[in-house]
Every structure is written in C-alpha cells, then in structure tokens.
C-alpha cells in the first residue's frame, strides 16, 4: 500500500529512485516479525507450569504471551482492513489523476507511462487484497473465540477447531 501510495502521489521522484525503499521496507518487516515470534517463544517458555519443553504452534498461547498475541491479532486485523480501504482509495485516486491528464496540453510519456502501470499494479492487487481481507477477518475472527474458550474445551477438541481454522 505504501509503495503503491508513494509510486501514485510522487510519480517522477518514484521513476528515478529505484527499488531501495522497498528493499528497506522489507527488512524492516522481517526484522519486526523475527523480533515478535522470537518473544512469543521465549514468553511461552517462561511459562513453567505449562511448558517443561517447547511444544507446538498450538500450545505456546501462555498466560504470559495470551495478551500480547491478542492485542497483535486485532492490530493485525485493523491494519488489513485499512490497508485494503487505502488500496481502494488509491486506486480511486489513479483513475482521477489519468482522467485529468488525458486532456492536459503538458503529456508526459514517462508520466503516463508511470500512471498506466499504478493502474495496472492496483488492479491486480485490489482483487487479491479484498480476497485476502475477507478470509483473514474469518480466520481471526474463529481464532479469537477458539482462545477465548480453550480452557472450557477440551483439548483433542480444541486442536481439532484449531487445525480446522488454520485449513
């Protein structure tokens, strides 16, 4: 979305800048990510009651890590439906910006060149993004209440629902 944003609004300065921030961008996603599992991890391993040993995907929900991996599961479910809204929106925006130009005395081939491919770019991506918004929001939506009612199942059946969710 950010780069789609930046290649959209900062058409001329995006063409000549090359690939550097994305490659930034995604660094720092992966950093962030190795960050928040390695925690997660290490939470559930405190956890000594429960966790003599590693365990699991299923089981490293602890009442040390429960909170966090909950609050990060709403963060993440508020983040894709903004992202896929700020995706509809530019591409919204790409079809204003290419109906103003089509009748401007300045005609920029880069320019047009540049806005051809954001249109291009947002209409294969939008069609994924709503797809993939749509069945994240169900998938979160069943984990939430699966973690919410784990200690009143038991728990074959609490990793059956699980593996249900996760296929």
Do not use: H
């Amino acid at each position: 979305m950010i780069e789609r944003a930046r290649a959209t609004l900062l058409a001329e300065r995006y063409e000549k800048e090359g690939r550097l921030l994305g490659i930034y961008m995604s660094l720092a996603v992966w950093i962030i990510s190795i960050i928040y599992y390695i925690y997660i991890s290490l939470a559930a391993l405190a956890d000594t009651e429960e966790f003599g040993q590693p365990k699991g995907l299923i089981y490293i929900t602890s009442k040390y890590n429960a909170l966090p991996m909950f609050y990060m599961t709403i963060f993440t479910l508020i983040l894709m439906i903004v992202t896929t809204i700020c995706d509809w929106r530019i591409t919204i925006l790409n079809r204003k910006i290419k109906n103003l130009t089509k009748n401007s005395a300045k005609y920029s081939l880069s320019q047009n060149f540049q806005l051809n491919e954001n249109t291009l770019s947002m209409r294969l991506i939008l069609p994924l993004d709503l797809s993939y918004a749509l069945f994240y929001s169900f998938y979160i939506v069943f984990a939430i209440i699966l973690r919410a009612y784990k200690s009143s199942m038991p728990l074959t059946q609490y990793i059956l629902f699980y593996n249900v969710d996760d296929t």
